[in-house]
């Protein structure tokens, strides 16, 4: 298991194989599915084995679990993947337990993810979407120093786009 990075609270760390239950039951939480793409079981056990084997490939994307850094608590799960097939641009998404909501976890998470991302040389922009209800997530992007760009449509839906590219 690698650490990927660590802030103040939270430590971000490749998923053991033991760990998939916690990742699959953090998704049957309505309330944390609630803004998070449908995805079926065995598409979320599919997720968690891929993301597996690519931490073997690259430290600069993939799937990531968040845990407590005092208690070593579950607390959801973060991810920076290509996006829509661009080369150099990055897409930042995560998914908190709900008990961890309202504390500035996401954004102190989401400033370590984008600073991670954009530290590597081929990586030219971070990007990330919500739907339009989202309201605390597109407050934690702009936080984060992320800017608001037109929407973005993926699969037939609207969505929030932010961005931030490299310096």
């Known amino acids: 298991m690698s650490i990927i990075l660590q802030t103040p609270r939270i430590i971000i760390r490749e998923f053991l194989p033991e760990e998939r239950e916690i990742y699959l039951t953090h998704f049957t939480d309505e309330r944390v599915a609630l803004y998070l793409p449908n995805r079926s079981r065995d598409e979320r056990i599919s997720i968690f084995n891929n993301a597996l084997k690519q931490y073997a490939v690259t430290k600069t994307t993939g799937t990531w679990g968040m ?70 997530s597109q407050r934690v992007l702009e936080k984060a120093g992320l800017k608001r760009a037109a929407n973005f449509i993926r699969n037939g839906e609207e969505l929030a786009f932010y961005r931030q590219k490299s310096t």
């Not at 150099?88 to 998914?95: A, H, K, P, Q």
């Open 67 to 136: 845990f407590n850094k005092i208690t070593g608590e579950f607390m959801g799960s973060c991810l920076l993947r290509p996006f829509n097939e661009e080369p150099g641009i990055v897409e930042l998404g995560y998914s908190f337990e709900h008990k961890y909501w309202g504390q500035g976890l996401a954004t102190e998470m989401a400033v370590a993810m984008i600073t991670h991302g954009l530290s590597d040389t081929n990586v030219t922009e971070i990007v990330a979407v919500t739907i339009l209800e989202n309201l605390g």
